[in-house]
């Protein structure tokens, strides 16, 4: 189904802050009039430096996204051996020797080198390809190599900004994959301190139980078995039976 003109002018400025559709109307007709070649739209070579540097980063990460049918990942620079490499099985070919291998945004502003880096990802010259399983293991023992002369390092984690402070238990459940990674750190010392507050807490409640005890109250029928007969409730026994078979589960 398609929309009319006047629809679409109504949701524009919904969807888009800001939304100017003479401005719009006017940038694409100049666009157009230039061939649309965004290249003729730069005021000067800095901001097609940036424009270029730009369209790089989203071709690699589109790329990556593709190859290892993860959306979200990260693209590491740094450390690309180990996080993209080692941990997912892909290379980034064709990447020209005369340009140091490291984040576009860090790259010089001089626009021959960035033109040949968005040229090449454009044409496909600049590609993603899957390392075989035979070729993935060589290069992992050369890291454990290089980590073990010191010639490499394994990346290091992130401190939690909350690091040395006492943290509030999770509960079961709520510990989403990959936490540990995000901050670096496990629920080790969280649990030691809990287990302390839940210590205290059952000493508090001991009297209370033991008077609850004495009077008969807080008693509960046992829930062991799919049918209770009749006569259950004058079983003696049977209400702490029961306790005890869901206290063992």
Request: proline fraction near 4%.
């Given at each position: 189904?398609?929309?009319?003109r006047?629809?679409v002018?109504?949701?524009?400025?919904?969807?888009?802050?800001?939304?100017d559709?003479?401005?719009?109307?006017?940038l694409?007709?100049s666009?157009?009039?230039?061939?649309?070649n965004?290249?003729?739209?730069f005021?000067s070579n800095?901001e097609?430096?940036?424009?270029?540097?730009?369209a790089i980063?989203a071709g690699?990460h589109?790329?990556l996204?593709?190859?290892?049918?993860?959306?979200?990942?990260a693209?590491?620079?740094?450390?690309y051996?180990r996080?993209i490499v080692l941990d997912h099985?892909?290379?980034?070919?064709?990447?020209?020797a005369?340009?140091?291998?490291?984040?576009?945004?860090?790259l010089?502003?001089?626009?021959?080198p960035?033109?040949?880096?968005?040229k090449?990802?454009?044409?496909?010259?600049?590609?993603?390809r899957?390392?075989?399983?035979?070729?993935l293991s060589?290069?992992?023992?050369?890291?454990?190599?290089?980590?073990?002369?010191?010639?490499?390092k394994?990346?290091?984690r992130?401190?939690r900004?909350?690091?040395g402070?006492?943290r509030?238990r999770?509960r079961a459940?709520?510990?989403?994959e990959?936490?540990?990674?995000?901050d670096?750190?496990?629920?080790?010392?969280a649990?030691d301190?809990?287990?302390e507050?839940r210590v205290?807490?059952r000493r508090?409640?001991?009297?209370a139980k033991k008077?609850a005890?004495?009077?008969g109250?807080g008693?509960?029928a046992g829930r062991s078995?799919?049918i209770?007969?009749?006569?259950a409730?004058s079983d003696?026994g049977?209400g702490?039976a029961?306790a005890?078979v869901?206290?063992?589960?």
């Amino acid at each position: 189904m398609g929309c009319t003109r006047k629809e679409v002018e109504d949701y524009m400025p919904i969807a888009v802050p800001r939304w100017d559709s003479v401005k719009v109307a006017t940038l694409l007709e100049s666009f157009a009039i230039l061939g649309c070649n965004p290249d003729k739209l730069f005021r000067s070579n800095k901001e097609k430096a940036v424009f270029l540097k730009g369209a790089i980063a989203a071709g690699i990460h589109e790329g990556l996204s593709k190859i290892t049918n993860l959306p979200k990942i990260a693209m590491h620079y740094k450390n690309y051996e180990r996080k993209i490499v080692l941990d997912h099985g892909v290379v980034l070919d064709g990447w020209p020797a005369t340009i140091e291998f490291k984040n576009p945004s860090d790259l010089s502003t001089a626009l021959p080198p960035l033109e040949q880096l968005h040229k090449g990802i454009k044409d496909g010259t600049i590609f993603w390809r899957r390392l075989q399983r035979s070729v993935l293991s060589a290069r992992e023992q050369q890291w454990e190599d290089a980590i073990a002369k010191g010639d490499a390092k394994e990346p290091s984690r992130k401190q939690r900004k909350d690091a040395g402070l006492s943290r509030k238990r999770r509960r079961a459940g709520d510990v989403a994959e990959g936490d540990d990674d995000k901050d670096g750190s496990s629920s080790d010392e969280a649990e030691d301190v809990s287990e302390e507050k839940r210590v205290t807490k059952r000493r508090k409640a001991a009297p209370a139980k033991k008077a609850a005890k004495k009077t008969g109250r807080g008693r509960k029928a046992g829930r062991s078995a799919l049918i209770v007969p009749d006569d259950a409730e004058s079983d003696a026994g049977g209400g702490a039976a029961g306790a005890d078979v869901l206290g063992a589960t």
